[in-house]
Structures are given as C-alpha cells and as structure tokens.
C-alpha cells in the first residue's frame, strides 16, 4: 500500500492518502469531508462574531470594518499555500493600516471609482496611512543595518528622539494628526522587543515577520494593544492543527465580545460619581464598578488576540481569571500577562541575574522594585504617545509603587514559607479549595480598594469615598459579604488555575486535547443569542428599549456626561475621548488656525461661509469640504437622474464639528437609506449638508434660497 502526504489546496494542509484499497478511499474521502466540515463550522462563527461586533457598534466603526476585511481575508489566508499565507497576512495588515488611518470608507472608494472626487481627493486620505507605513518601514530598517548592533541601537535612539519631537507638535502636521496614535502604538515598546530579540537572534528574521509584527492587522484599531512577544509570535505560527487554533480564537472573541458588553453594563449603571455617594453600599459599588471597569482591557485585549490565531498564531491568553487571584503575585501573573512577561525579560530577569551574588531575597526585591520602577515609566511614555503629554502624576507613580509593595511582600512570603513544587501535581483538597477561596474574596477587596484609589482623580476625592464607607449599617455588611462570598465560592473553584507566561500553556488542563465540537456550539449558539436578543427583549418587555439602547454604542454615562472625565484606561481611549473632551475645554493650540482655513469672511448677513475643496483639523478631527463649500462628499451641481435629494440646514452639530468624516449623522443617515430598498423612480437619495457653524434660523433661510 502507497501512502503519499499532499497538500489540498482547498482546506489548508490535510494528509490525502493515495492507496489501493477502497478502505483507504473512504478514509480519505471522509478525512477531507470532516476538515470541510471544520472549515465552514469555523466560517459561520466568525461571521457570526463579525455581525456581533457590527450590530452592538463594539469599539469603533473602523473595528467593524477591519472584522469585515479579515473575514475575507481570513478565507483567503487559509485556502493560500502554506509558504504564501504570512506574507499575504503582512499585505493585508499594510492594506487596513492604510484604509484605517486614512479613513478610507466605502464611501472614498465608491466615490473615486465612479469619478465623483478628484485624484487629489483621494490622495489626500492616502497621506496618513503612507506617511506611518513610511516611517515605521524606516524604523525596521535601522533595526537592520549592517553595522554594529550598539550603532543600530543609537540609531534608533536618535530616530525615536526625533519622533517625539515631533509627537509634541503634532500640531504642525493637522494631516496626520491621527496616525501618531497608531504609530505609537505599533513601536513604541515592540521595536524593544525586537531589537532584544534581533540581539540574542531567538527567532528567524524576514521582512514578511517583521511586517506582520509590527502592522499587524487589528493593532490600527487599537492605541491600547497586548504587547505581543516576537520569539513568542514566530514560534507559534500554525504551531498546532488549523481546527484547534481557529475555535481557541473564535471562543477568545466571543468572550471578549461577552466582557466589552459587560464593561458597557457596568460603566453605564454601576454608582461611579462620587460625589453622589450617599451609603457605604454605594461606596462599595462604587469601587466595585471602578474595578469591573477594566473589563474593556481585557475585552478588547481577548478580541485582538482572537482575530490573530485566525491567522494561524496561536498566541496564549493575555488574560487569566484575574479577579479569583489568590495572592498579590498571582494578580500579576494573570492580569496582563503580555505586558508581565515584556518587564520580566527586560527588566526582572536581567537584574535578578547580575545581583544574585547578593543573595536571591535581596536580588528579587531590587528587581521586583525596578521592575514595577520601569512599568510607570512606561506607562507614562505610552500615555506622552497616545494623548500628547507624558503623564507625570504623584498619584499614578503612588499606584505601582504600593502595587510593587504588596508584590514583593507576597514574593518573599512565597518563596521562604509558600507554596512547595514538587513533580507530581498534588491533590486539591477541600481545606485547600477552602483557603484559595478566602484568598481570592481577600486579594478582590484589596484590589477594589487599591483600584479605587488610582481612579479618583484627587487625593481628596478618595477620602470622601472613605468617609462615606465608615458608616456602614448591618444590611450593607451583609450584601457586601453576600458579594464576598461568592467571590469565594468561585475562587474555590476556579481559584486554583493558574497561567505563569505568554509562552506556552502551563496547567495540564491547557495541555489536554481541545475539544471542537463542544466550543463551536457554544460560540454559534451565544452569538445568535447575542444577535436576536436586542429584538427579542423589546418586543417582549418594551421596557428595556432604552436599556439596549445604551448598551448599543460607546456613549457615555451620567457622570462623565457631567464631569467629562474616567479612568486611566478609559483617558487613553482616544476614538471615544476626542469625540468629546473638546466641548468646555480650553481651545488647544491651533484650534483656530483650522477655523481660519476652514471658513471665509462674507460681506452680507451670512457673515460667512465654508471653502470649497479644503482640509483641516476642527474640533480635534479631520474635516474635509467639497468642491461646492459643504462639508460633505462630493456631489455633481446638477441632480443626477433618478435621484432624490434632501437639503440640511443646520449650524455646527448639523456641519458635525468635531465628528469624523464618516459619523456624521447626515453621512450615516445617506448611507442607511441606499443601503435599503429604494424608492419606486429613484435609484439613490442624496442628502446636500448646507449646515454652517453658528448659523441662525435666518441664515439658514438665505443659505437655502
């Protein structure tokens, strides 16, 4: 009997067993029908997860149009020849690098196929996106220099430098205001990584890996990205059977998608204003939902890392039941574990080894105390890319420093009296299930507490959360100890799983064979649950209409409605942030020289009007007008035939200050009516923005004759 291994071109690598015998045959016909099977079974969730992330507006519209080119892509990756399938990825994470940062919608496209905008037009929305490809192509190219590596390193430097300077001026370059966000994001600690690795050559080097590390496809929509290990990214590349890899990612995107609707849940109702604390329950929410908050992180963290084992890396959890941890350096380990892993390598590990001569206690306290040292200053430096200005605050340096604290105290304990390694795994008794129970509802209010204290936004404020805690009745005890106790109950549980790094799976219950079937159902299932409940629950308890309908989009609550202001996480959320921490604020540095090359001066009662064909940054956004002075698309001066147009008037909310190009309400309203069945004679409607900032009703009655 003939056995032959072949590649199918249809569904990715599978064994095709060319043989005599017709048992044989059936074999290979019915390997290839169940990997059929498996493919479309993996196809019909992640188009499920991409109707998810669409219809409950996740994120950004950008989110859902990167989930809408990675689905496509995503089958073309997979029916590619395995030694094609990597630089395709590095093609089409450069193809939506560029779309996104240029915000190139259908729109642009449509626009410029059909000659309705002119070649400058959509040059103009190539800039950004060619300008980021530009420099961090350089960037990789210093890294790469065929001089000493210590010559390469300064290079960098010096580049970085130059980088930053110009960060501080973004200003100066309105075009590109938004792609240093990205490009931040995308260098800012993985060109260390790189280099570290580059250094100590842990893993191959080639342009397609060194593109697709850098570009890679989600990261456009995210400033706030898992800082992904390189040896780490490389050495996982289809490191598994396709199957497995493929549902671990759909069932981590299904359960970010579970988390960012929770965050969305508790940041909406949970008692977060603290100046409207009336009870210590209230206390006790409030620093609850402080906490829970940090679902987003995790969320959105477990949706990136998804996406990319879709691709064929099978990356570990960036997140492990952080809120059962049962110590202080278990929080560690399981919160973040990218960035836990990133210090350790550059920081921990090499300054544990060069002190060791001072003993293993002492050596572990100056590194553990270095280490949480260098987390703040990167954290600072991550919030200089992301919001413009580093941030260097008694409170924030405060945090890591107590968080070092009670981890080196732990570690110690840990190490001279803690738990014993042994070779065998020992047996999880009820006394010890007991114990971790008591520890994680400990470790969880300590947090709460801790968590607390770095969100409020002034030293004084956390004491009136204090006092307000102080004087807590009996009936508040016991549902604060209701909570508790649940917190133990699952600690309990689940409180003994443990994930030690981002480089492999460390428990036997990782290491077991994964099981298909079981997580496809249960993905499929919750996603048409997710899909239909919004209609279901109004037309069955008409009630929650407004309920959903906050739960629906990125909207802000009651109090950052009246206080503009969140956490340390959620300030970083640049796409949320800029659409509204411009209102009431003071006007930043060129805020008026884009008014200025926006509008022009009128001698009549209009007093002013827009400039045709023009581009600017007003309101802390991209504005562009058209060639008729609208800020709008371009449209042709006569109607076209069977179309049926719609005047806007309005003044600064109706032009969409401060909006991007593609969310304004008059673009999303045009968009969902062509979208739909059209009109009996009418093949398209067009809605014509006239709206002028700070028009009254009687200019917009002149506008309009």
């Known amino acids: 009997m003939l056995i032959e291994t072949q590649t199918s071109k249809r569904f990715g690598e599978i064994p095709v067993v060319a043989v005599e015998s017709s048992a044989s045959r059936q074999r290979f016909v019915w390997q290839n029908i169940r990997a059929s099977l498996s493919f479309f079974t993996v196809l019909l969730q992640f188009g499920l997860i991409v109707l998810l992330v669409n219809q409950w507006q996740l994120e950004s519209l950008s989110l859902g149009r990167v989930m809408e080119l990675a689905f496509a892509g995503f089958i073309i990756h997979h029916l590619l020849p395995q030694r094609f399938r990597l630089p395709f990825f590095a093609i089409l994470s450069v193809l939506a690098t560029i779309i996104v940062v240029g915000e190139m919608g259908p729109k642009t496209w449509v626009a410029a196929l059909t000659g309705r905008t002119s070649i400058s037009g959509f040059l103009y929305h190539l800039v950004p996106g060619l300008s980021l490809l530009g420099i961090g192509l350089g960037l990789i190219g210093l890294c790469h220099l065929p001089i000493r590596f210590a010559m390469r390193v300064g290079l960098v430097a010096i580049a970085a430098a130059g980088l930053v300077f110009l960060r501080a001026h973004s200003q100066w370059f309105p075009d590109v205001s938004e792609m240093w966000v990205i490009l931040g994001s995308m260098f800012m600690f993985r060109v260390i990584i790189y280099l570290y690795d580059l250094k100590h050559r842990t893993a191959p080097f080639s342009p397609a890996r060194a593109i697709s590390y850098f570009f890679m496809l989600p990261n456009v929509c995210f400033p706030l990205f898992p800082v992904v ?407 042709q001066k006569a109607k076209p035939a069977n179309t049926y147009r719609i005047v806007l008037l309005g003044a600064s909310n109706d032009m969409g200050t401060g909006v991007k190009e593609d969310q304004t309400y008059e673009n999303v309203v045009e968009e969902t009516l062509n979208s739909r069945m059209p009109d009996a004679g009418y093949s398209r409607d067009e809605i014509l923005n006239l709206s002028v900032a700070a028009d009254t009703i009687l200019q917009m009655v002149l506008r309009l004759e």
């Not at 005890?477 to 508790?484: D, E, K, N, Q």
């Not at 009128?602 to 060639?627: E, H, M, Q, W, Y």
């Open 229 to 635: 290990d390189y040896k780490t990214f490389c050495s996982t590349y289809y490191n598994e059977d396709w199957p497995r890899i493929y549902q671990t990612g759909l069932k981590w995107m299904f359960r970010g998608v579970i988390q960012l609707l929770l965050y969305r849940l508790v940041y909406q109702y949970a008692p977060l204003d603290v100046s409207k604390l009336s009870s210590a329950l209230d206390v006790a929410g409030c620093m609850l939902g402080m906490y829970l908050l940090y679902l987003r992180i995790s969320g959105t963290f477990h949706l990136i890392v998804g996406l990319l084992l879709m691709f064929g890396f099978n990356l570990p959890e960036t997140h492990h039941l952080y809120y059962l941890a049962t110590s202080f350096t278990d929080f560690w380990r399981r919160i973040n574990i990218y960035w836990k892993d990133f210090v350790m390598k550059l920081f921990f590990y090499p300054i544990h080894f060069k002190l060791r001569k001072i003993g293993p206690i002492r050596a572990m306290l100056v590194a553990t105390l270095a280490t949480f040292l260098a987390t703040w200053t990167l954290h600072s430096w991550q919030w200089f890319w992301i919001r413009g200005k580093p941030l260097l605050d008694w409170k924030d340096f405060s945090f890591w420093i107590i968080l070092a604290a009670l981890v080196s105290v732990t570690a110690i304990y840990e190490t001279t009296r803690g738990r014993k390694r042994t070779l065998t795994p020992s047996r999880v008794t009820l006394r010890r299930r007991l114990i971790l129970g008591l520890q994680a509802a400990a470790i969880f209010s300590l947090m709460c507490i801790l968590w607390a204290y770095w969100s409020c936004q002034t030293w004084s404020e956390f004491e009136t959360l204090m006092d307000a805690a102080s004087r807590p009745t009996f009936r508040e005890v016991m549902i604060v100890f209701g909570v508790l106790l649940l917190i133990c109950i699952c600690g309990m549980l689940w409180g003994w799983s443990s994930r030690e790094t981002s480089e492999g799976r460390s428990t036997p219950a990782t290491r077991t064979p994964f099981s298909f079937w079981p997580s496809a159902v249960t993905v499929t299932a919750g996603s048409i649950c997710l899909l239909v409940a919004p209609s279901v629950a109004t037309w069955t308890i008409p009630a929650t209409k407004g309920v959903i309908a906050r739960l629906h989009g990125d909207v802000l609550n009651a109090r950052d409605m009246a206080q503009q202001r969140r956490g340390y996480y959620e300030e970083l959320d640049v796409g949320g942030m800029d659409n509204w921490r411009w209102q009431g604020a003071e006007e930043p540095e060129g805020w008026n020289k884009g008014k200025k090359a926006f509008f022009r001066e009128r001698s009549d009662f209009l007093l002013k009007d827009i400039v045709p064909s023009t581009s600017t940054v007003l309101g802390g956004v991209a504005c562009t007008s058209n060639s008729l002075g609208m800020r709008d698309r371009e449209y």
